[in-house]
Every structure is written in structure tokens, then in C-alpha cells.
């Protein structure tokens, strides 16, 4: 016992708290090693963030930095970089039709393929939300074209299958329906494109089941009770419960849906054709830069790209109070 507790002990003196505070801490002698200590982790854990700082800088902020000067100039890799301002922004949007054509065919490719993604994934996730028997065999089955869609393997068989004579044309014609080939066919060859997206919803498939999972039953019995049909039970129950879910899958499949490339260049063996109905952006930005040597234009549509798609997930951020429902939420 300290000097001081004994004396407000014995006298009956008072003492401050902070004194005895005061003599509750650590002597002096431990300060050495506990700053040691510290010190020891602190460098540890910038030791284990130094392969993370390195990518960061070297591989993510320092190109792109370089990339948006870059966009304002002039550059076709084989001589220094000219200056040239705003030149490629304006020719963007006033002088080359084949970007804005390229701006389009993507935006009806996300507003239209995005959507059906969502809807085909979240019908097979309730399916087999309810079926026990076999679930395991088709969530792999359903979920396994997801882990091959962006190959360039699948895009190859994609474009056998809906060519001239492919399967499906065979198939069709069967039926006495004859649309010929899809792959040549400039007002069939984007909905081809959107179905190969489409068919990809494995990854969205198994998100939507795990969200599914997480939403009470005792809330599909209280409804059920008071006599809502399986209409209003998913309208009033299962739609506000599941819509983080459905704004995180809303999110990444229009990221992912501006970022479509590998595909695109497979079934148009990288031209873009026909008629520049697969000619998205990126792909009219790759043909930019590799083909044509003008890097500081493909960085300026780079740019662009990088912006809408910035203001569209801003939007969404900014949207999702209205019809985003978090658990203990009181709005």
C-alpha cells in the first residue's frame, strides 16, 4: 500500500484522485519497453503494408495520375508526349461519330443487360431457396458458368454457337423460325452479347441465395396470416429485406457491365463489327490506343469512362435511402 493511501487511512486525510492516479501508473522504468514494444508492432505492421503501398503507388495511383496527363496530350508511344489541352475531350464529342456510337451501343448493353442479369439471378436464387433436395449439384451448376464466362474459350464457343448454321440457328430454323446467323447480324448481335452476359449470373445467383437465407421466416408466417399471397409476400417482405443485397448486385453489375472487353473482341475477331454494334468502349478504347498509336485520346476515353461511371455509382450512393433497407433502421 502507498504512503499516501495509508496516511487518508490512518489521519483521515484527504487526497486528490489525480495523485493517486498518479501513483497507480506504471514506474518509470517500464516506459522504455513498452515504447520499445510499440514500436516493434508499428514497424511490423508497415512491414507487412509495404507490398500493399507498393502496388497502390506503383501499379494503381501513378499510372492513372500519368494516364490523365496523358489524356491531354498527343502521344503514340514511339515519341515524347505533346501538350495539347482539351483537344481530345472536344474531338470526343464534337468530331468522331464512332465514339458516340460506341457510347451508345454500351449504355443500351448495360440498361438493358444489367436488369435481366438481376431479375434471371434472383429467380433461380428463390427457386432453389426452396428446394433442399439436390441444391447442393445445381448452385455449382449455376454457378460455374460465372467462373468461365470471361474466358476467351467461352467467347469462342459463343460465336460458334450463334454464327451462320451454328446450333442455335439450327435449332430455330427447326421451329420455322429463321433469323440466320446472330454473329453477322447487326440488329442480333448485341442481344447475343447481352444473353452471354446473362448467363454469367452464377456469382449474383449465390449472392442473392445468401441474402435470401438471412430474411426470417417468422416474417413470411406473419404475413401469410394476415393473408398475403405469395405476390404481396415478396413485394412486402422479401424485396425491402433482400434490397442491400439487391443495391450491392446493382452496383457491381454496372461496373462490370461498362468494363465488357474480352467477349466483344472474341466474337468480332477486335474489330468491332458488324456495323459496330460490339465496338463498346473499352474495346473502341483498346483499338485507339493499340491500333492506331493514339494513346493520349484512348487515355482521354478512359477518363470519361472512369467519370460515368463514377456519377453513376455516386447516384446510386445517394439514391439508396430511399429504397434500401437496413436492418434497425427507423427511416
Given at each position: 500500500m502507498s504512503t499516501t493511501a495509508t496516511r487518508v487511512i490512518v489521519t483521515g486525510e484527504k487526497s486528490s484522485n489525480r495523485s493517486l492516479f498518479r501513483r497507480s501508473r506504471p514506474e518509470h522504468g517500464d516506459r522504455p519497453g513498452l515504447r520499445r514494444r510499440a514500436m516493434r508492432e508499428t514497424v511490423a505492421g508497415y512491414g507487412f503494408?509495404?507490398?500493399?503501398?507498393?502496388?497502390?503507388?506503383?501499379?494503381?495511383?501513378?499510372?492513372?495520375?500519368?494516364?490523365?496527363?496523358?489524356?491531354?496530350?498527343?502521344?503514340?508511344?514511339?515519341?515524347?508526349?505533346?501538350?495539347?489541352?482539351?483537344?481530345?475531350?472536344?474531338?470526343?464529342?464534337?468530331?468522331?461519330?464512332?465514339f458516340m456510337q460506341s457510347a451508345q451501343i454500351t449504355l443500351i448493353y448495360v440498361l438493358v443487360g444489367t436488369p435481366i442479369t438481376l431479375a434471371a439471378a434472383l429467380t433461380v436464387a428463390m427457386l432453389l431457396n426452396y428446394r433442399d433436395k439436390g441444391a447442393g449439384f445445381f448452385r455449382s451448376a449455376f454457378y460455374a458458368p460465372s467462373l468461365i464466362g470471361g474466358s476467351v474459350s467461352v467467347a469462342i464457343v459463343w460465336r460458334a454457337m450463334f454464327a451462320n448454321?451454328?446450333?442455335?440457328?439450327?435449332?430455330?430454323?427447326?421451329?420455322?423460325?429463321?433469323?440466320?446467323?446472330?454473329?453477322?447480324?447487326?440488329?442480333?448481335?448485341?442481344?447475343?452479347?447481352?444473353l452471354l452476359a446473362v448467363w454469367q449470373f452464377g456469382s449474383t445467383m449465390v449472392i442473392f441465395l445468401a441474402g435470401?437465407?438471412?430474411?426470417?421466416?417468422?416474417?413470411?408466417?406473419?404475413?401469410?396470416?394476415?393473408?398475403?399471397g405469395a405476390w404481396h409476400r415478396f413485394r412486402a417482405v422479401t424485396m425491402p429485406m433482400l434490397s442491400p443485397v439487391i443495391f450491392f448486385n446493382l452496383l457491381l453489375g454496372l461496373i462490370g457491365a461498362f468494363q465488357v472487353f474480352a467477349s466483344a473482341y472474341i466474337i468480332s475477331n477486335g474489330s468491332g463489327g458488324p456495323a459496330g454494334m460490339t465496338n463498346f468502349i473499352t474495346l473502341y478504347l483498346y483499338k485507339r490506343g493499340f491500333s492506331d498509336?493514339?494513346?493520349?485520346?484512348?487515355?482521354?476515353?478512359?477518363?470519361?469512362?472512369?467519370?460515368?461511371?463514377?456519377?453513376?455509382?455516386?447516384?446510386?450512393?445517394?439514391?439508396?435511402?430511399?429504397?434500401?433497407?437496413?436492418?434497425g433502421d427507423n427511416r
Open positions: 503494408l509495404i507490398p500493399w503501398l507498393v502496388g497502390f503507388f506503383g501499379l494503381t495511383l501513378i499510372p492513372m495520375a500519368y494516364s490523365l496527363y496523358l489524356s491531354f496530350t498527343s502521344y503514340n508511344i514511339f515519341s515524347p508526349p505533346k501538350w495539347i489541352g482539351f483537344d481530345n475531350y472536344v474531338r470526343m464529342f464534337t468530331t468522331d461519330p464512332a448454321d451454328g446450333p442455335v440457328d439450327n435449332s430455330l430454323s427447326f421451329f420455322g423460325i429463321d433469323l440466320g446467323g446472330w454473329i453477322g447480324n447487326p440488329n442480333l448481335v448485341l442481344p447475343a452479347m447481352i435470401l437465407k438471412q430474411i426470417p421466416k417468422e416474417l413470411y408466417e406473419a404475413a401469410e396470416m394476415d393473408g398475403a498509336g493514339q494513346m493520349g485520346y484512348a487515355a482521354a476515353i478512359a477518363w470519361v469512362l472512369l467519370i460515368v461511371v463514377a456519377i453513376i455509382a455516386f447516384i446510386l450512393f445517394r439514391t439508396q435511402r430511399s429504397w434500401v433497407h437496413y436492418a
